[in-house]
């Protein structure tokens, strides 16, 4: 069955120092998700990427963020300079059409910012 | 906005019983509504969904949840549970009036706490 494939499982990083988070989407999907969870809190969307561009984003997704499809296979998330109140838990998602029907989970990267 | 509340954080239940985890969203115009399922250290798992037609919707693994415009609820109810159906549920919603991108807007989640 396909999936949604995200790497690393776990990132530990000092404050300041920048980040990619990197996510394969399902091969056939067109629509690109990232969401993050705060310890303790809701999942939350941060951006929707489509037709390689950016289609969404909340008032979370700043300047610090930014999304990239460089090689046609991968998705990367890229915090600039990252905060303490960036620990969370990071996940991408893919769907074949604009989530109507369903939008498939990686399993999620823990990002600790020290 | 949409937001989404998942009434209850926590909910134990004994093995074999019934159990309905409860889900209320704010605005009805135009939503599509989804529960996910997180399992210790996994993703987050489809288990069913209501795009439109028949307000009871069943899923996976022997859930099912009603779609109940009037009270803006989207409640997942399974008759039996087992010790395996511990995990975290989430619902969600995709307001489809306010946004064209698909995305999901989440409730904080419930805790489904199986007890043998």
């Known amino acids: 069955e396909p999936e949604v494939t995200q790497t690393p499982s776990h990132q530990v990083t000092q404050m300041g120092q920048e980040v990619i988070l990197r996510c394969v989407p399902i091969s056939n999907h067109l629509y690109f998700y990232w969401y993050r969870q705060i310890l303790g809190q809701k999942v939350e969307f941060l951006v929707s990427?489509?037709?390689?561009?950016?289609?969404?984003k909340s008032e979370i997704f700043d300047d610090q963020f930014s999304v990239e499809r460089p090689d046609g296979s991968n998705f990367t998330l890229k915090i600039r300079s990252t905060k303490l109140e960036d620990s969370a838990m990071y996940f991408c998602?893919?769907?074949?059409?604009?989530?109507?029907?369903?939008?498939?989970f990686g399993q999620g990267t823990r990002l600790t910012v020290v | 906005a949409q937001s989404v509340t998942q009434l209850d954080s926590q909910v134990p239940v004994f093995e074999e019983a019934p159990v309905e985890l409860r889900c209320n969203y704010s605005?009805?115009?135009?939503?599509?509504l989804f529960w996910y399922v997180q399992y210790p250290n996994q993703g987050l798992q489809l288990l069913l969904k209501?795009?439109?037609?028949?307000?009871l919707v069943k899923g996976i693994n022997g859930f099912e949840a009603e779609f109940n415009k009037s009270q803006t609820s989207f409640h997942l109810r399974k008759p039996s549970v087992h010790i395996s159906d511990t995990a975290e549920y989430f619902c969600a919603v995709s307001d489809r009036w306010t946004s064209n991108t698909g995305k999901l807007i989440f409730g904080q989640g419930t805790t489904l706490q199986v007890k043998p």
């Open positions: 990427f489509y037709n390689n561009e950016i289609s969404e």
């Open positions: 998602a893919s769907s074949g059409d604009r989530g109507y029907t369903e939008a498939f």
């Open positions: 209501y795009l439109s037609g028949s307000t």
């Open positions: 605005s009805s115009v135009s939503v599509y």
